[in-house]
């Protein structure tokens, strides 16, 4: 069956470190891979989209790798701090011809930065 | 208004009772989404609109579901005769037309909280 995953544990980490998020998914092709980060009591905030053929993106503080012969996408936060601490989420862009689109979602990871 | 709305925040619902769960998009974004989320889980995918085309109602869980966007701009999800495994967030989100190589991002709103009683 389609299934992505994403650490099921949720992740403590020191201020000033990196985190390190992952992302799994079988018998999926995306073409596009996406992260969220969603915050209790709100709806998720898109931060980074990739494409199958990139291998890596960055945008400030966020770097995100893709590796579709692994089936595999890694989020990392540098220098992270007290306000990155969310639940980050792993979308795949179920595109196709028709212009047809929808996300599949990971359950998400919740990430906790302590000062 | 800037950001995706949705209305209400809340809702509580008898068992049985039918629901109306409103969405007011970005102005100008053509598609918009549906998902639910239950607690502790990603998004699921419920329906998509292309203004008031709906392509695709595949994640709808069952025919007490309906959606409708009939000008091409707010949207509705309706529940009729509410049970309790539809307590859940139903997100609704909309994005400007998907164009390739473009990094066409999805807008969520809060969402409305519903819970069946």
């Known amino acids: 069956s389609q299934k992505i995953e994403q650490n099921s544990e949720a992740l403590n980490i020191q201020e000033g470190k990196t985190a390190t998020l992952t992302c799994n998914y079988t018998n999926y092709s995306p073409a596009y891979l996406q992260w969220y980060r969603q915050d209790p009591g709100r709806g998720p905030v898109f931060l980074l989209l990739i494409r199958e053929n990139e291998k890596e993106k960055r945008k400030e503080r966020l770097k995100v790798t893709f590796d579709t012969t692994l089936k595999q996408s890694l989020f990392h936060i540098t220098a992270s701090q007290p306000a990155d601490s969310a639940t980050y989420l792993c979308a795949l862009d179920d595109y196709n011809a028709g212009n047809n689109r929808k996300l599949i979602w990971g359950l998400g990871t919740s990430l906790a930065v302590n000062p | 208004g800037a950001g995706v709305s949705q209305s209400p925040r809340y809702k509580v619902a008898k068992r049985g009772q039918d629901v109306a769960l409103r969405c007011d998009p970005i102005s100008g974004h053509v598609s918009l989404f549906w998902y639910q989320q239950a607690l502790g889980q990603g998004p699921e995918f419920l329906t998509y609109?292309?203004?008031?085309?709906?392509?695709?109602k595949s994640g709808l869980p069952s025919d007490r579901f309906f959606a409708e966007r009939p000008e091409g701009s707010v949207s509705t999800l309706k529940i009729q005769r509410t049970q309790q495994e539809d307590s859940a967030v139903y997100l609704c989100a909309s994005s400007l037309v998907w164009q390739e190589g473009h990094d066409t991002e999805a807008f969520f709103g809060q969402g409305t909280r519903l819970t069946v009683v």
């Open positions: 609109f292309q203004n008031e085309a709906q392509l695709d």
